[in-house]
Antibody
Framework: EVQLVETGGGLVQPGKSLKLTCATS????????MDWVRQSPEKQLEWVAQ??????????YYAESVKGRFTISRDDSKSSVYLQMNSLKEEDTAIYYC?????WGQGVMVTVSS | DIVMTQSPSSLAVSAGETVTINCKSS????????????LAWYQQKPGQSPKLLIY???TRESGVPDRFIGSGSGTDFTLTISSVQAEDLADYYC?????????FGSGTKLEIK
């Protein structure tokens, strides 16, 4: 069974950091291009970041809204992808989904508030 | 960035009716190399993650009922749901993956009368 399970969300103050983890199983992770997508409280979906596979030199891409603050990474030995979020802002408050093509995790809530 | 404009923002229909949701992109999503449109449709039921319904504008994902039909090309796309059922209550989003960054429409909320 294919699974993508996100963890690491929570309540954090503006300016602080948080790291999300997406643990996967049921497919060949090492060949997969992995994305993070977020959904705001207003339900708008926004693509956040992507990391390609080893054959594509683990190339990374970011939305302008998070560039320089967020870092996507992966560990093929653990079939996991990560999102390091620094200098968090209130507008980063959202449900964060780990995705791979048509596959989506259940999402994890991140709330940035003082 | 390519802007995706979706309409209507919400609609309410009775079971058995046909629904049409529109999505317009600010740039063409048609690849001149392979003549494919890089447009997807997602369904998000209450409390769930988005689910891929349609990709490449008109190809149904495996297991998606054939009452869901995607059409269009270039900048104008349509999701048609024929004979709507109560289980189709959901938000629907279009998404372009023709160029980075991938962008989504603002969503259409489908309610069943």
């Amino acid at each position: 069974e294919v699974q993508l399970v996100e963890t690491g969300g929570g309540l954090v103050q503006p300016g602080k950091s948080l790291k999300l983890t997406c643990a996967t199983s049921g497919f060949t992770f090492s060949n997969a291009w992995m994305d993070w997508v977020r959904q705001s409280p207003e339900k708008q979906l926004e693509w956040v970041a992507q990391i390609k596979d080893k054959s594509n030199n683990y190339a990374t891409y970011y939305a302008e809204s998070v560039k320089g603050r967020f870092t996507i990474s992966r560990d093929d030995s653990k079939s996991s992808v990560y999102l390091q979020m620094n200098s968090l802002k209130e507008e980063d408050t959202a449900i964060y989904y780990c995705t791979c093509g048509p596959l989506w995790g259940q999402g994890v809530m991140v709330t940035v508030s003082s | 960035d390519i802007v995706m404009t979706q309409s209507p923002s919400s609609l309410a229909v009775s079971a058995g009716e046909t629904v049409t949701i529109n999505c317009k992109s600010s740039q063409s999503l048609l690849s001149s190399g392979n003549q494919k449109n890089y447009l997807a449709w997602y369904q998000q039921k209450p409390g769930q993650s988005p689910k891929l319904l349609i990709y490449l504008a008109s190809t149904r994902e495996s297991g998606v009922p054939d009452r869901f039909i995607g059409s269009g090309s270039g900048t104008d796309f349509t999701l048609t749901i024929s004979s709507v059922q109560a289980e189709d209550l959901a938000d629907y989003y279009c998404q372009q993956h023709y160029s980075y960054p991938p962008t989504f429409g603002s969503g259409t909320k489908l309610e069943i009368k």
